[in-house]
């Protein structure tokens, strides 16, 4: 069973950056998607990047557009989520998550999933 552990988290002014990274223990990383996910109090957990097993054509939908970069180095298990131009709303817990095969919009799909790190936005 794949273990995800993220770090990076913090508190930053807005309009700051942050990078995010997920270290995965699984041995054959090279064949699972990864996703980065948020959660806000009182609200949905929401998807922000995604990316296929290989590095391909990262997917962001609407509310990582513009401000996150996904990327991933194979050889270190590691996935990274960069956030730049931060807003307040940008406030949550972000979790990684991964499943074999394709990146899924589908958050059900998602087979593990890390324990989550805070990222809070404010002046």
């Known amino acids: 069973q794949g273990q995800l552990a993220e770090s990076g988290g913090g508190l930053v002014q807005p309009g700051g950056s942050l990078r995010l990274s997920c270290a995965a223990s699984e041995f054959s990383f090279w064949r699972y998607a990864m996703s980065w996910y948020r959660q806000s109090p009182g609200k949905e957990r929401e998807a922000v990047a995604r990316l296929s097993s290989t590095g391909g054509t990262p997917e962001y939908p609407d509310s990582g557009k513009g401000r996150f970069t996904i990327s991933r180095d194979n050889g270190k298990n590691m996935v990274y989520l960069q956030m730049n131009s931060l807003p307040p709303e940008a406030t949550a817990v972000y979790y990684c998550?991964?499943?074999?095969?394709?990146?899924?919009?589908?958050?059900?799909?998602?087979?593990?999933w890390g324990q989550g790190t805070q990222v809070t936005v404010s002046a």
């Open positions: 998550a991964q499943r074999v095969g394709f990146p899924s919009r589908q958050t059900s799909a998602y087979d593990y």
